[in-house]
């Protein structure tokens, strides 16, 4: 079940590729994906939906891994990694601090924020899986709040365009 949400929160992403801008920044960062501006084809989005359909695990450290290595070893796979660990709050607190100073942007946000959300929300539902499977209630539940208010301010935004 969790595959398919985050399936569909990247299919989101790919039906409103037409929101993001495009960069003219010619550097490439990461291994090959710009940052901000990491999707910026309808290629790249499937590519993301297929590390997503792979499998995605959060390791003791909360860094985010894929389960299969090929695909992980790949540039594009390398880059993705980096960007949700390099990019994504790791601990509930930090994570509402960004929420905080997204939900009080203007009206329209930039591409970059709107990355952060989506990897933001990828991230916050795999650790409400990775806390129901460790019995941590406290933190599933604090997990999920935040999860949810992504997804609220992704919308909020979304609907402004």
């Known amino acids: 079940m969790l595959r398919f949400k985050c399936a569909w929160v990247l299919l989101c992403l790919a039906a409103v590729r037409g929101f993001w801008h495009r960069s003219d920044?010619?550097?490439?960062?990461?291994?090959g994906l710009s940052r901000p501006g990491f999707i910026r084809s309808l290629k790249e989005a499937n590519m993301m939906f297929e590390f997503l359909l792979s499998g995605l695990v959060i390791d003791v450290d909360n860094?985010?891994?894929?389960?299969?290595?090929?695909?992980?070893?790949?540039?594009?796979?390398r880059a993705f990694l980096a960007l949700i660990n390099d990019?994504?709050?790791?601990?509930?607190?930090?994570?509402?601090?960004?929420?905080?100073a997204l939900e009080d942007e203007e009206k329209s946000f930039s591409q970059s924020s709107f990355e952060t959300l989506i990897l933001g929300i990828i991230y916050s539902a795999y650790q409400v899986q990775k806390q129901e499977v460790e019995r941590q209630e406290v933190q599933q539940k604090a997990w999920a709040d935040v999860?949810?208010?992504l997804a609220n301010v992704t919308f909020v935004h979304l609907r402004s365009y």
């Open 25 to 31: 920044v010619s550097a490439v960062i990461h291994g």
């Open 63 to 77: 860094n985010v891994a894929m389960r299969d290595q090929e695909m992980a070893s790949t540039r594009q796979g």
């Open 87 to 100: 990019n994504i709050p790791k601990t509930v607190p930090a994570m509402e601090e960004l929420l905080i």
């Open 147 to 149: 999860l949810g208010r």
